[in-house]
């Protein structure tokens, strides 16, 4: 779990610095299209959810699609103007997000835990909730493509 979560922190790092340095620049448009695939990126991971029953390939799937959402990152945080702190604004917002990530593991875990001892509320539970992650994906993507 905490190699997933670090390897989605480090890639949105990457794709954030690059874009807050100025290294790669999104237009508006390009912007839009992030969003959209950053909601593609979660649709993807509630179909893969309810089709695979393993998942080796997560970690480097995490790191991929945190690539897309630092990029998203990048446009929030342009709207907060980082003047010319940046390195400091980008050390203090991806330590805030993997400190909040640790907190939701730790809170949640446990309880995953509990609950994938129960074979079938495990199953329906991951349904469920892939179900409702892919439709809210699905509403998030449609919405940021139409603009």
Do not use: C, K
Request: glycine share 12%; proline share 1%.
């Amino acid at each position: 779990m905490l190699l997933l979560v670090t390897s989605f922190t480090v890639a949105h790092s990457l794709t954030l610095g690059a874009a807050a340095l100025g290294w790669v620049v999104l237009d508006g448009v390009q912007a839009r299209w992030v969003e959209a695939a950053i909601a593609a990126s979660i649709i993807y991971v509630a179909v893969e959810n309810l089709v695979l029953r393993e998942h080796r390939h997560r970690v480097l799937v995490t790191f991929l699609f945190g690539l897309l959402h630092g990029f998203g990152f990048a446009g929030v945080l342009a709207g907060y103007g980082l003047g010319e702190s940046v390195v400091t604004a980008l050390l203090g917002f991806n330590v805030g997000v993997e400190l909040g990530q640790a907190v939701v593991v730790a809170v949640l875990l446990p309880i995953l835990r509990m609950v994938q001892r129960r074979p079938a509320l495990h199953t329906r539970a991951v349904r469920g909730l892939s179900i409702g992650i892919l439709a809210a994906g699905g509403y998030w993507m449609v919405e940021r493509a139409l603009g």
